[in-house]
């Protein structure tokens, strides 16, 4: 027999039952299901944004399908969006919604604190000294206010490009400072404000740039001293699937530092793909890119095998597809796994499949051995433990434990 590629995955238990006087629940049948994965299958949360706030949504009734699926929600903090006048930040809104997804279970996710793109036009008015601190006071304003609900952003987006990136006529507040600056004084001052903010925090260096600059940067910043927690990998895939020879061969690259990897942008088109010639994916604009039959069978065959890939691989923790639905989607791509008219793709259907099939625990009935002990096995996560009409809660983790419930109260 074959083992399994997902051993890593995996966490036992040694559950001992007892009743509500502290006695063993000998030879009786226990229920045991899985209620959460430890591993973040996320999503964007944007197009729930009007939902939570009760405004018109083209995905409203849809919750359903995204919750059913994914538990962590990347919420959209860019900053000439998020806050267009000076001093008048769209706060409320997006605690809200990110308010919404924790009462419905979700972790949350804001992206990102510093890109140099939709940075804002007021910016631009500012000195390079202003610019820094009013930077700073922005980082430490949404860790801040938002520590109840986001426990994890992207700190700082596509530094290796951020000091020469080009595509306007007077460049961004942002690629001046990091021109400036530097690219390593530049995440320092993410980080170090983000860490101060919010030291329990989880914070990511993300980049798009999969090339020997990217490995350059992380290993200037470690050596800097920089404390990264997670390493972004983003892998927007419109002109084709890499294949899993290239996505492996990337996170063995990025894996070697030794962090946790998580995949904070990967999408797969279920239209035509984009012409290969197309250097930056942003230049491809089309009036119309629909989804075909053909297509949408190909993009749950590679979702599937994409997943199966991640998964396999020890160094990943978190995996963020970049598209519910098609309605709105970036760059106007069939890369959501929802219509625009809200059916599910094929690709909702084969991800549903892996994340509640294959790898979860249904309910499932064991029995208990003569001292009211249970051995447990499963996807690390979330679990509860049932017995006449009682309940209790456990976890299942990497290093394993022994767990007693006690008279299986809620």
Not at 71 to 97: C, I, K, Q
Not at 176 to 182: K, N, P, Q, S
Not at 271 to 300: F, V
Not at 359 to 370: A, E, S
Request: net charge negative; proline share 6%.
């Amino acid at each position: 027999m074959t083992a399994s590629p997902y051993l890593h995955r995996f966490g036992e238990a040694q559950v001992t039952v007892l009743d509500t006087d502290g006695r063993p629940l000998a030879d009786r049948d226990v229920v045991v299901e899985q209620r959460s994965h430890a591993f973040g299958f996320g999503n964007i949360g944007f197009d729930f944004v009007p939902v939570a706030n009760e405004e018109p949504a083209a995905v409203t009734g849809q919750e359903d399908l995204w919750f059913d699926v994914f538990n962590t929600a990347t919420l959209p903090f860019y900053w000439s969006l998020f806050e267009p006048e000076r001093d008048r930040p769209d706060t409320g809104r997006l605690h809200r919604a990110a308010r919404w997804f924790t009462d419905r279970g979700a972790r949350v996710k804001g992206h990102p604190l510093v890109w140099h793109t939709l940075a804002p036009d007021w910016l631009r008015r500012l000195s390079t000294d202003e610019v820094e601190a009013v930077v700073r006071a922005r980082i430490r304003r949404e860790v801040t206010g938002f520590a109840d609900v986001v426990h994890s952003w992207d700190a700082i987006n596509e530094v290796v490009i951020m000091p020469v990136f080009r595509n306007e006529e007077h460049p961004n507040a942002i690629t001046r400072l990091a021109r400036e600056r530097g690219r390593i004084a530049t995440v320092r001052l993410a980080f170090e404000e983000a860490r101060a903010a919010d030291p329990t925090a989880t914070l990511l260096l993300n980049d798009f740039d999969m090339s020997t600059a990217y490995e350059c940067l992380i290993e200037g910043v470690l050596e800097a001293g920089i404390r990264i927690d997670a390493i972004g990998l983003q892998s927007h895939m419109h002109q084709g699937y890499w294949g899993e020879d290239r996505t492996l061969a990337v996170l063995d690259r990025f894996a070697r530092y030794g962090l946790p990897l998580h995949m904070t942008e990967t999408t797969l088109v279920s239209g035509h793909l984009m012409p290969p010639e197309i250097d930056d994916l942003n230049d491809y604009q089309i009036p119309s890119w629909p989804t075909t039959p053909e297509g949408e069978q190909r993009q749950a065959d590679e979702i599937t095998r994409h997943y199966r890939t991640l998964l396999g691989h020890p160094a990943v923790q978190a995996i963020t597809y970049w598209g519910f639905t098609d309605h709105d989607a970036w760059l106007g791509a069939p890369a959501g796994v929802v219509r625009a008219d809200g059916t599910p793709k094929p690709a909702y259907h084969a991800l549903r499949d892996l994340v509640k099939g294959e790898w979860w625990l249904p309910p499932t009935t064991l029995r208990t051995d003569h001292a009211g002990r249970v051995e447990i096995r499963g996807f690390l996560g979330d679990y509860r433990l049932s017995h006449d009409g009682r309940r209790a809660s456990f976890a299942l983790t990497a290093a394993g434990r022994l767990v007693q419930l006690e008279g299986l109260l809620r």
